[in-house]
């Protein structure tokens, strides 16, 4: 007998949300604000969306994970008292400036919060069955591959920080990558599901390592390109680090062949040593990372003040309010690690590492134990996604890899990154509650698959 | 598949090591050295953050913290700061702190371990924390009174009272304005510091308690005292005082000042010799005592030994192993003695106590941000310099000086003042420097002064005529409260 562990999965919540007020509270006392004004508002906000997220997964996918839902929520939680935290700080600023006190961000990010429930809710709603996705491969494909150019587009594509990878609609703009990397990994499991017999196919042996044919390389090559692509007009290093290596690591899994990790490394090598040796923005973040201090003042200010913010924190951080996370430019989006690390020490940024390790073993977990090809490759390409991306940025932020312009997930203001990252959990939990289910019927698995299939 | 996943996110886990071992990196391990690297704002921030306590003169602060309109909380201001700087010193963002700001730190951010209490009740209360107030011992009259004697020369004043050692007053002049290096414009700071380095009258420098001088003729007390001590002489002993003194086993000679005999037929008497600060016989004085007796008594008046007020005062110096006519140059503060104005303040406050030599100090209390006394300092002796029937006989000799001597201009009517004049050459081109050191009331002293003027350029009457009437000042300062 699976037990459903919905409840579990509201306490988790319940949790969150307490640690999210207690936070809030720390935050107002310790700045000298007081207690938040729109306290009982915000935390009224993000309680809502958590149980109308908690009602419809109890309702649509009773089966699935319940820890991912309780664990993004935190994630968010910590996100929103942070970007509080900063708000309040450049209030101060501006203040003592005498310069008018700008827009607090806490309340976009909540409203973007809402929105991602919402999305989050329409993911279980509107899909009973994640197989449902893989009709639409190549539309997806297509979709995701215009989305991830959409910012080189002339009049609506926006330019912000040397990176160009915003849209601008009137008044919004958003980062259509978050959205292409969902797209983007549907169409990869729906292809791969499809091709990876041919691209398992093994024609010449080299040290005991299986090549594939040389007609099979076309869409690694493909992908290659693509991310190179990015890499140079879009400056963006990050999603190009993404992008490749997600598609690697799903050819890797789809094929069960280890060749083609060797052949994506070698690619990803002579890429990153071609983008570093021709292009001068590519050259100075290694060059930045190999001896930050040198640049302190110049292109190594980020992150060496990422680092001093951190130092500051040591094991047990400053205090929420009680540190200088201003200090570090980008503080609420790129560097929010670096802000939390100062404020909560190595020991948040421990348990902020291991939130998101959770969520990606579950992500693991759903992928295992699904049945189908096309969901496990989908919830392993999901979660790898999620990883690769927790990866790159914090190694950024922590100067243990160059720095690359990454959101962290959940934690960073920004309404693209929030809802793609929501729809990421949705995706998965909606994978999760059909492998966790339990067969109703005594048929053997293959029929009981064309069963489910007939009752959506 | 499953098999790929399980091994993909075994490498995953690996670079989670490698994430958490990074952070340990910076947050554990490098984490003493990011902070201290100059670039870093964020220690300084923390201690303008916070209302850093006042340093006290009596009630008033001359140094406090305001608060101001910027990402630095709160900046330092310092009430008649040049007046107070070689007491206070400053605190810079670019240049660290020095005087007081730099030795009470931990008392004036509120990090010393008195204040556990306080930081206990802060962390329940959720207050930002405060530091502690320094009172200082500085009589706040006697200091304007010094400041207003030196203005226009170059030099400094010390003033101790002798009972306990409290030092009532410690100027320099040219003085600098700690406000300007403690802004928050590194820039300005930058400015301001690079002209106080390049000003040859080194303005920075802490003159009454680092400037060392030779002492001239005011040393003539501390050979008095050990020929007291010697039990050979007494006020009355009859010295050679000849016109020029042969330094023994050399080919020069030591002349008086006036060039003259210090009394008929070359004879003097030791008050008298003292009176008129006769050369020639304190020479031969010194040669008779030898230069261990000398330096005995000039250690137990605080020579060879460095006091921390708490600042570091220098070192104040007897030669080590001078011969005959190094000796002879020595006993009359020439040659190679060398001293703080703090140090003759500290022989005139020894002589005027009973013989006994206090600890010099300049913190009286630490306050909790409260205000409530945390500490007071108690005072301490030092060392037996005199025995007290030799002080008394040295005191009159020194009243002597001032009444009918070269000290004149240190009279105050109705209080025996006891005084003593010096002059010395720093080399043979440089100008001379001149001294007054001086106590009263003579019987039980409330005050005692040392007043140092650099490049004088008057000759021996010059202790009289410049620094006499700033001992005097300041000595009426205290005595009229």
């Known amino acids: ?456 | 598949m499953s098999r790929q996943i399980r091994r993909l996110s075994f490498v995953f886990g690996l670079l989670l090591i490698a994430l958490l071992v990074n952070a340990t990196l910076i947050q554990v391990i490098n984490a003493r050295d990011y902070r201290d690297r100059p670039g870093n704002q964020r220690i300084l921030l923390a201690e303008y953050d916070r209302e850093r306590g006042p340093i006290l003169v009596a009630s008033d602060p001359v140094a406090r913290s305001v608060e101001t309109g910027n990402t630095l909380t709160y900046i330092r201001e310092y009430n008649n700061g040049p007046l107070y700087a070689p007491v206070t010193g400053f605190y810079s963002l670019v240049y660290g702190a020095t005087g007081l700001e730099r030795t009470e730190n931990r008392i004036l951010n509120g990090k010393a371990d008195i204040f556990t209490v306080d930081r206990i009740q802060q962390l329940v209360s959720g207050r930002q924390p405060v530091g502690g107030a320094v009172t200082t011992t500085i009589d706040a009259a006697a200091q304007r009174a010094a400041f207003k004697g030196l203005k226009g020369k170059r030099g400094a004043v010390v003033a101790i009272e002798p009972a306990t050692g409290r030092i009532l007053a410690s100027v320099q002049m040219p003085s600098f304005d700690p406000n300007r290096l403690s802004s928050h414009n590194p820039a300005d700071i930058r400015e301001y510091y690079a002209e106080l380095e390049a000003d040859p009258q080194k303005p920075l420098l802490n003159r009454p308690v680092v400037s060392l001088n030779p002492p001239g003729s005011t040393f003539k007390v501390v050979t008095a005292a050990a020929a007291l001590a010697s039990g050979r002489f007494t006020a009355d002993s009859i010295l050679p005082g000849p016109k020029a003194y042969q330094l023994p086993n050399s080919t020069k000679k030591l002349r008086n000042w006036n060039g003259r005999e210090c009394g008929p037929g070359g004879k003097v008497t030791l008050e008298q010799a003292l009176a008129i600060s006769c050369n020639t016989a304190f020479a031969w004085l010194g040669n008779e005592l030898g230069a261990s007796a000398i330096r005995t008594q000039a250690d137990a008046f605080g020579f060879d030994h460095s006091f921390e007020i708490p600042l570091r005062a220098a070192t104040s110096l007897f030669p080590a192993d001078p011969d005959a006519p190094q000796t002879a140059l020595s006993a009359i503060g020439q040659f190679d003695v060398r001293a703080t104005a703090l140090q003759m303040a500290m022989v005139a406050a020894a002589i005027g106590n009973s013989g006994r030599t206090m600890n010099p100090y300049l913190v009286q209390e630490i306050r909790g941000p409260d205000l409530s006394i945390l500490q007071t300092t108690e005072p301490t002796q030092y060392a037996d310099a005199m025995k007290p029937s030799d002080s008394l006989s040295l005191t009159d000799m020194m009243v002597n000086v001032v009444q009918n001597g070269t000290g004149s201009n240190a009279q105050i009517s109705g209080i025996r003042v006891a005084g003593k004049t010096g002059t010395a050459q720093t080399g043979n081109d440089s100008p001379s420097v001149a001294w007054f050191i001086s106590f009263a009331p003579a019987a039980a002293p409330k005050v005692a002064v040392a007043v140092v003027i650099e490049e004088s350029g008057a000759p021996e009457v010059s202790g009289n005529g410049l620094a006499a009437p700033i001992a005097k000042a300041v000595m009426e300062a205290v005595l009229r409260q």
């Not at chain 1, 007020?21 to 310790?30: K, N």
């Not at chain 1, 790129?334 to 421990?350: H, P």
Request: charge should be positive.
């Open chain 1, 1 to 456: 007998m699976i037990k459903k562990r919905r409840n579990t999965e509201l306490a988790l919540l319940i949790f969150a949300w307490l640690l999210g007020v207690l936070g809030t509270l720390q935050v107002g006392w310790a700045t000298g604000e007081g207690t938040p004004p729109r306290l009982w508002i915000t935390a009224g906000a993000v309680a809502a969306v958590a149980l109308v997220m908690h009602t419809v997964v109890r309702i649509r996918a009773p089966y699935a994970d319940p820890i991912m839902l309780p664990v993004g929520t935190l994630l968010t939680i910590l996100g929103l008292i942070m970007i509080y935290r900063l708000d309040v700080a450049d209030a101060r600023r501006a203040q003592l400036n005498k310069s008018p006190i700008p827009t607090p961000d806490v309340y976009s990010q909540l409203t973007w919060f809402a929105i991602a429930g919402i999305l989050f809710c329409a993911v279980f709603i509107l899909l009973r069955d994640h197989r449902r996705l893989q009709r639409y491969t190549f539309t997806f494909g297509l979709i995701g591959l215009i989305l991830m150019v959409l910012p080189l587009a002339p009049i609506i594509g926006t330019t912000v920080n040397g990176a160009t990878l915003w849209v601008r609609f009137g008044g919004l703009q958003f980062q259509p990558a978050e959205i292409a990397k969902i797209l983007i990994t549907i169409f990869f499991a729906g292809y791969l599901v499809k091709t990876r017999d041919s691209l398992a196919l093994v024609r010449t042996k080299v040290l005991g390592v299986g090549l594939p044919r040389p007609k099979d390389l076309g869409p690694i090559v493909v992908a290659w390109f693509i991310s190179l692509g990015v890499l140079i007009f879009q400056r963006d290093l990050g999603t190009s680090l993404l992008f490749f290596g997600l598609f690697v690591s799903m050819l890797y899994i789809a094929t069960q062949r280890r060749s083609w990790l060797i052949i994506g490394f070698v690619l990803f090598v002579g890429g990153a040593y071609f983008a570093y040796s021709n292009f001068a923005h590519v050259e100075a973040r290694v060059t930045v990372w190999l001896d930050p201090w040198t640049y302190s003042d110049t292109t190594g200010y980020q992150i060496v003040q990422s680092l001093y913010g951190l130092a500051n924190g040591g094991i047990l951080g400053a205090g929420l309010g009680q540190g200088f996370p201003n200090l570090v430019p980008f503080a609420s989006t790129d560097f929010i690690v670096s802000a939390l690390g100062e404020e909560l020490g190595i020991t948040g940024v421990f348990a902020i590492l291991m939130l998101y390790a959770l969520l990606i073993e579950r992500g693991f977990r759903v992928a295992i134990t699904c049945r189908d090809g096309f969901g496990q490759l989908l919830a392993a390409g999901l979660s790898i996604t999620l990883a690769l991306q927790v990866f790159v940025i914090i190694g950024g932020v922590t100067g243990l890899i160059p720095l690359t312009g990454l959101t962290t997930p959940f934690l960073s203001y920004g309404g693209s990154s929030l809802i793609a990252n929501w729809v990421i959990v949705a995706l998965l939990l909606r994978i999760s509650d059909r492998s966790r289910r339990p067969d109703t019927s005594q048929i053997s698995p293959d029929d009981a698959m064309t069963q489910v299939v007939s009752r959506v």
